[in-house]
């Protein structure tokens, strides 16, 4: 006989941002038992050590207490005797407001899995069963299912889905619709300047155009926790619901709109690519230790492709604001001196360590699985569908992965990722592979795009003129000089050097942390004096004296200026696309060809 596990979690004065849990076990075999905590949740591969927040463990058997002993960070051993029901207390303090934690206070109670469940020896594949003690007038947002018997309580089918679905408790606004006759739930916690009808109707739009790629939404109900606050704080997906973070006045205007729908269109999306298409290693979870996988550029860099591709086949983009938001995407992957130095393969792998754990050397040394996954999936998508005659597409190697794997409820080895795609594009991809993900060469993007009549131009971008407003559109063919050095305001007033590029001409002179305060001689208090000096009064090739202080000690420092490299990207139509160009642009972005689409959209000349 399984033992059975029930939750009860309580939180009647939320203003001590504390949760009272007791876990009830009965039928549980006599003999040594270990309690574990996660030390990191799906999504995030991030150690966050939940135990720390963890206090006030007992354990009740049918007539005593209990011994523990503590036995590691994350550990705690106990024993019974046979059958013994045990009632296990303790209480979490959570008070960190993340999409991938816990926090409770006089508002609301927002929770995920990993920071509360204490898992019971590895007993993760019984149903587990959960009550929520809870403020009278608050109200309960999850994807988790409730238990049929008893409406107030909830029942996870394993651990895992426990521990994969927040809730949101409170307050909460809540706009739902359905889509095939599925019923999805908006619910959303704090204000701003939002517009929910209009939000939960662009969310049908991208679950109807997600949903074309697979056919079917697999899932009885969905929910959107949507957190407005006065900072964004991400997302996370989750097999039926995401919580979503983001600033409370993004709203308006269209421009920030769009990075919310971004968002959603992505966090959407993982319920499929990772939540059911994924490596073997990324489900059922190890939760005790860091899992690797060389895979993140696929499960997260083709999620953030199609979450554009989404938004345009949903109709909230145009062709424009589609092309708009990818030339970002180039110029943000040109600019980073460490896609030379780290493979996609590679920046997957040590995520934990480097993505997750980024410093001032980061744009040197690595590249975000996020941005050239992205990046590759454009290429990887545009190449299947020339060398297929746009039979097949990128669209097709998903389908097949979750048909073989997803809809099974399992993993694949990496290798098979590879293997689809050579299936689907009937013909080797080594190179591809090799080169572009495994390798450190630039990803094909001219070619890629001239397949699909479309021509990258790369520009530099003038400084903004104060006395010429009207020229938004500031581009130039000439490079101009600059210090090879970002800059930010700290502490109200102190520029300092947050980068320093290797490529630049003060690597090896200026060091991040730097604070700047003279340019031959001059006081200079913003990023952009710096720039406007640089680039009107001087020429490649000048020296110009930096004064800093570096950990309090005032330099001068001679640098020779050199040409600053292409910042400013636009992705236009060529003017004569032949037959094949028109049509592997139809295709892939489901639109026709002509040339109304530059001019009917918004400027293509300012990428946001
Ligand atoms: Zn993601």
Redesign the pocket.
Known sequence: MQPTCHFTVSFLNPGNHVYDIMLDVSNLPGGHHELTLPVWTP?TYKIHDFSRHLFDLSIQGSNNPIEITHAGKNLWLFETRDNEPVKIRYRVYAFEFSVSTSHLDQSHAYFNGAQLFLLIDDYKEIPYLLTLEKPGDWTVSTGLDRDHEESSRYKAQNYDVLIDTPFEIGKQNIVSFEVDGKSHQLAVYGHGNEDLARLAKDLEAIVCAERQIFGSLPYQHYTFILHLSDKPTG???HLNSTTCGVERFMFRPRKNYKRVLELFS??FF?LWN?KRIHPDMLGPFDYNHEVYTHLLWA??GF??YYASLSLKRAGLYSVSDYLNALSKKVQDYERRPGRFVQSLAESSFDTWIKLYRPDEDSINRTISY?LKGDLVGTCLDLEIRKRTANQFSLDTVLLRLYERYGEKGIGFPESVYQDTVEEVGKSSFQDFFDQYIYGTKPIPLDDALLAAGLFIDRQYSKPQEDDDSENSSQASQTPYPWLGIDTRIVDGYKLVVTHSYISGPADTLINAGDQIIALNGYQVQKSEDLTKRLEYDHKIGDTVTVSLFRQGHLQTIPVVLTPKPFDKVRIVAIDHPNDEQKALFESWLHTPWTHSWQASGESLTSPE
Do not use: A, K, P
């Open positions: 999504g997302g996370l997906e992505h966090e993982h990772v499960m997260e999620t953030n996020y």
